[in-house]
């Protein structure tokens, strides 16, 4: 038995898998990768899928996700077959650049197929925080800032993805002088809402916008260098799981510093 695409139909028991592993995905997000990337599976008639991969294009820079195997099924090389697919398929279709963020489970293994470790970030858990003056809500006319600020720090075009989010949960930007200099998405999960990407470079602007987006608490993938977590602890957040972003086939575009909380490790 091996990797397939996945149908429409699958859906729901791709769900129940990444819901079984403890990952906070939802149906609208599998429904990404199923309407704009590429989604395999291993269907062995179980309630949930035995294996899963994703991967989603940027122009140049391609993503890998979803990596999942239950339980039952793990040591039986499933996870590096799926690798090998993702690896190979994003490779034949011209792929500049592939990236990934692995758990600490994950990277050996995806260090032996060739990825190289760029950056590091942990899941935080964001405790109910209060309002901090200052930010609104973003607007239409806000969403060409938005998008300049995510193209510097991600270095590709994720516009469609990035209004698919702000479709699902409120945004909201901090300006000055009239110019939008940070902001924040959000989106809901299965277990958490969570916030990100958020766009600042200074502490009080990040604060501001994690207060707003997240009003009764959540989770945030926090870069490791973001002046916040002396800040949340106080707050009495918590490191949750660590993270690596990493790379194979070419350097990340982009300057990350702008991004303090990425958009989660399926999307990058």
Do not use: K
């Amino acid at each position: 038995m091996r990797l397939t695409p996945l149908a429409p139909g699958g859906l729901p028991r791709a769900l129940a898998l990444s819901t079984l592993v403890g990952w906070n995905q939802n149906e609208a997000d599998w429904r990404v990768f199923l309407e704009r990337g590429q989604v395999m599976a291993l269907d062995d008639g179980e309630a949930e899928l035995a294996a899963s991969v994703a991967t989603l294009s940027y122009g140049p820079v391609a993503w890998i996700s979803m990596v999942l195997v239950r339980p039952d099924r793990r040591r039986q090389g499933l996870a590096r077959e799926a690798m090998e697919w993702a690896v190979a398929s994003l490779r034949a279709a011209g792929a500049i650049c592939i990236a990934l963020d692995a758990t600490p489970d994950g990277q050996p293994a995806y260090r032996r197929l060739g990825f190289r470790d760029v950056w590091g970030f942990s899941r935080w858990s964001v405790p109910p925080l209060p309002a901090i003056a200052g930010v609104r809500e973003m607007t239409e006319a806000d969403f060409p800032a938005i998008l300049a600020l995510d193209q510097a720090s991600f270095g590709a075009d994720r516009a469609w993805l990035l209004r698919r989010m702000a479709d699902r949960h409120p945004a909201f930007v901090l300006e000055e002088g009239g110019r939008v200099v940070a902001a924040v998405l959000g989106r809901d999960g299965t277990r958490w809402n969570q916030a990100g990407p958020l766009w600042a470079r200074e502490a009080a602007h990040a604060q501001a916008l994690l207060a707003a987006a997240l009003p009764g608490g959540g989770v945030a993938d926090l870069r490791d260098d973001a002046p916040l977590f002396s800040w949340l602890e106080e707050e009495l957040g918590a490191r949750m799981r660590p993270f690596s972003r990493m790379v194979l086939d070419g350097t990340l575009p982009g300057e990350p510093a702008g991004c303090m909380a990425v958009l989660g490790p399926e999307f990058g």
